[in-house]
């Protein structure tokens, strides 16, 4: 069955770096665009980046450009989401998602960015 497992949150001063990381499993993971999505609390789960299957196009959502990087590795099934210049408002759990005929979640990592 598919398997996302997310993992890399934490804690960061404003200004600061995490990187977050999705271990996928029971799929043909180098032909499925991957995303990375987060909420907030009391906010609606937003898109935060994407990854076409060969990692050659990505977007990000306009709050985080510029910041975030979203990359894959193919040969290990991952999929990766470097977040730099963190701020507050960037504290959320942060979900992987891949659509494979259905739409598939991890489990979620938090991510605090706070002084």
């Known amino acids: 069955q598919v398997q996302l497992v997310e993992s890399g949150g934490g804690w960061a001063q404003p200004g600061g770096s995490l990187r977050l990381s999705c271990a996928a499993s029971g799929f043909t993971f180098s032909r499925s665009a991957m995303r990375w999505y987060r909420q907030a609390p009391g906010k609606e789960r937003e898109l935060v980046a994407a990854?076409?299957?060969?990692?050659?196009?990505?977007n990000y959502a306009d709050s985080v450009k510029g910041r975030f990087t979203i990359s894959r590795d193919n040969a290990k099934n991952t999929v990766i989401l470097q977040m730099n210049s963190l701020k507050p408002e960037d504290t959320a759990v942060y979900y992987c998602?891949?659509?494979?005929?259905?739409?598939?979640w991890g489990q979620g990592t938090q991510v605090t960015v706070s002084s």
């Open positions: 990854i076409t299957s060969a990692g050659s196009n990505t």
């Open positions: 998602n891949a659509r494979v005929v259905s739409e598939y």
